[in-house]
């Protein structure tokens, strides 16, 4: 034969997936071992998790994406994954470039961490198989350690029920200037099968996922949406997961369906393995068989520190069988209560720091207060699901940000579906008195559908939430300016998903300063 391929030395290198070094820039494999049957870059690439110096670079090959394993053979042989990444997007003055190797254990994916770039400034790449050439991507490294940048600019989204709506706010992120960076805070793909969700406008392919192929394929039907792509072809993402990567409201090693956790492990790892093929991440973020460590910091210089966390792996149960709790149930205030698990929990308190301007929580589910209860009810009413169903983990954090005498703390939090914007109190018993945040909360891509009115008497919903300052049912996303002197946020709505051409504006505008947890409207 012409090509003598060693399995066994691919094998040790995908065992040392942990450890620097790993499957990118292997040799051993070469260009046309197999033929590709078709162009493969049709789910486009992505970037993620900037440095100072870097960032990965994201592809999977996959000519016919809804196909059994993308319309890829899986003849256990690599394929040879050229990347570049130049200054330039004619890639004229490449800076960076190699070969990495995409092996069918991993579903043909390439994940290459990019290092010796210059801090805080753009860059483009593209990769290449066979004759194919990738779209190109754009991407900006992270300000320098200790620099002191004037400005920089998040996106936040998720949440994108691809049978609830078009993915028409991400073709709009894609044209928002200077992003410097997107925080996806889960719910990228949908687990229910076809139909599930919505009939007319647009469906799953498959049932309920639980096996790795279901998975893949979902990841596919979801990534060969153009907007999507575009998004992703804009700016880096940092990817999280929120529940329904896995399962809807799955916590720790609890799914929601009662199973016990030696049948739910089985499902949560052929989910996170998929997971992890296609986000752009780290090989820090490589899961085993007890999760994935996704939480994780980045310093944009001294101006803004983000700590992504993970408010679903190390979680306790939720209370009350994850009914919204009423008069039969209230969460129990139990220290043992846990959203984060004491490693993370630990690690948060670690880093919050008043050495940087300004300290983003950047996480899945409502922290604030929020008193859900109907017109007339005369109990509150909780969210099990949120850091309202374990108030003694929000008090623990409450009161790391109290004694830090921290004032400049701000949450990004998804999950809900509608936009919720208004303060984390300093005690839950006084939600109008002082805050020890302020916390905005991203409504959806997708998921819920056009929107519309709330179906609540918004009076009743303030009056029983004074820390709560707006409440609003559409799709978007959100905009983080952020200054050593102030905190803008748009808050970014789609007019509607349900057909083509659905029109972006901004619905308000609030502003914060770094000495005081307080809303301005802007
Ligand atoms: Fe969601
Ligand atoms: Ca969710």
Redesign the pocket.
């Known amino acids: 034969m012409r090509l003598v391929y060693d399995r066994r030395r691919l094998l040790t290198a995908a065992a040392g997936l942990g450890l620097a070094g790993g499957l990118a820039d292997r040799a051993g494999a070469a260009p046309g071992l197999a033929e590709i049957e078709g162009y493969p870059f049709r789910l486009g690439v992505a970037s993620g998790d900037p440095a100072p110096d870097g960032f990965v670079i994201w592809t999977r090959l996959a000519p016919r994406p809804l196909e059994e394993n993308g319309g890829m053979s899986m003849y256990s042989l690599p394929h040879s994954v050229g990347w570049e990444v130049a200054e330039d997007d004619g890639f004229k003055r490449i800076v960076r470039s190699g070969q990495a190797t995409a092996i069918a254990d991993l579903a043909y994916s390439v994940h290459v961490e990019v290092e010796g770039l210059a801090p805080h400034r753009h860059y483009f790449y593209r990769f290449t198989a066979g004759g194919d050439v990738s779209p190109v991507g754009r991407v900006r490294t992270l300000p320098a350690a200790g620099a002191s940048p004037n400005l920089v600019r998040l996106g936040v989204a998720g949440?994108q029920n691809w049978e609830d709506g078009l993915f028409t706010g991400f073709g709009h992120l894609a044209r928002e200037n200077d992003v410097d960076a997107v925080f996806h805070y889960?719910?990228y793909i949908y687990e229910g099968g076809s139909g599930r969700y919505s009939k007319a406008l647009r469906t799953h392919v498959g049932d309920q996922t639980y096996s790795l192929s279901d998975y893949r394929r979902r990841y596919a039907q979801y990534k060969s949406d153009p907007l999507l792509q575009a998004a992703h072809a804009s700016t880096a993402f940092i990817s999280s997961f929120?529940?329904?990567e896995i399962d809807n409201n799955w916590a720790g090693d609890m799914d929601a369906d009662g199973n016990p956790p030696e049948i739910f492990v089985f499902r949560k790892l052929a989910a996170m393995q998929a997971w992890y093929e296609h986000m752009p991440v780290r090989r820090a973020q490589f899961p085993g068989v007890n999760g994935a460590i996704m939480y994780r910091r980045f310093d944009f210089g001294g101006l803004v520190r983000m700590h992504a966390l993970d408010t679903r792996s190390h979680r306790s149960d939720q209370p009350c069988n994850d009914l919204p709790t009423g008069n039969s149930c209230q969460p129990v205030y139990s220290e043992a209560s846990t959203m984060l698990g004491s490693a993370q929990e630990a690690w948060l308190a670690d880093g919050l720091s008043q050495t940087s301007k300004w300290n983003l929580i950047a996480q899945?589910v409502l922290v604030m207060p929020y008193d859900g209860r109907e017109p007339g009810g005369a109990e509150p009413v909780r969210g099990p699901d949120n850091w309202n169903g374990q108030p003694a983990a929000r008090q623990r954090l409450v009161k790391v940000i109290a004694d830090r005498r921290l004032t400049n703390v701000v949450v990004s939090t998804g999950?809900a579906h509608l936009t919720y914007v208004g303060t984390v109190p300093l005690k839950d018993e006084a939600p109008d008195g002082a805050a020890a945040a302020t916390e905005f909360l991203c409504s959806s891509m997708a998921s819920g559908g056009n929107g519309g009115p709330l179906g609540l008497a918004q009076a009743d919903v303030y009056r029983n939430n004074p820390n709560l300052r707006l409440l609003h049912n559409q799709r978007g996303y959100q905009l983080f300016d952020i200054t050593p002197k102030l905190w803008r946020t748009q808050v970014r709505v789609i007019d509607r998903v349900d057909a083509p051409g659905g029109l972006v504006s901004t619905l308000k505008t609030y502003a914060v300063t770094p000495d005081r947890p307080e809303l301005h409207e802007a």
């Open positions: 949440c889960g719910d929120d529940d329904h899945q999950d």
